[in-house]
């Protein structure tokens, strides 16, 4: 059996998206976009649509489960709180549809692509390219955030496919951030 998942890299001019499929042990990229906002000038307008396109896209594509990237930190608190509207009216409309939903820090996304919490989005880009064999170069970098979400989500899946039952994954949900920094870095813990 299939499992698809929604992979979502929210943004309040533009929103990644992209539809991960694994069948055994075999991955395709359903579909791999962007919905552009940069003609609308209201905020509330811009939170409309993506509310409105993200549930068009899970009635359409029909995932068992979804994946939103979280804001983490920011310059200006302004964007930062437009950004952390965009996520939440994309996990409304997952909701809204009764989906499962998991959110995601950058550092874990690229973790479980690289290897490296620290990686470029370049060097995502590749391995993406790598793992999924597709042409990744003609995709943007929301588009392409938004698969690594998927898959991101995907490793952290095991063997519950449909994502029922799991807990949500921010990194630091399965211990302290503490623990994990150390744990993901031992040569920079220093022993007196």
Known sequence: MATKILGIDPGSRATGFAI??????????????????????????????????ISKIIKLYKPETCAVETP??????????KLGRA???????????KLPV???YPKAVKKAITGNGNASKKQVAFM?????????????????DALAVAWCHYTHLGN???GT???????NN???????????????????
Request: glycine share 4%.
């Open 20 to 53: 991960l499929v694994e069948e055994n042990s075999r991955f395709t990229v359903e579909c791999c976009d962007v919905l552009r906002m940069d003609q609308m000038e209201d905020h509330t307008e811009r939170l409309q649509f993506i509310f409105e396109e």
């Open 72 to 81: 983490v930190y920011g310059v200006d608190p302004l964007a930062m709180l």
């Open 87 to 97: 996520q939440a009216a994309a996990i409304l409309a997952i909701t809204n549809q």
């Open 102 to 104: 998991s959110e995601y």
């Open 128 to 144: 993406l390219q790598k793992m999924l064999n597709i042409p990744v170069e003609k995709l943007s970098g929301d588009a392409t």
């Open 160 to 162: 519950n496919s449909t």
């Open 165 to 171: 039952g799991t807990k949500k994954m921010h990194q």
């Open 174 to 192: 399965r211990k302290s951030f503490w623990a994990s920094f150390i744990e993901d870095n031992p040569g920079r813990v220093k022993k007196h």
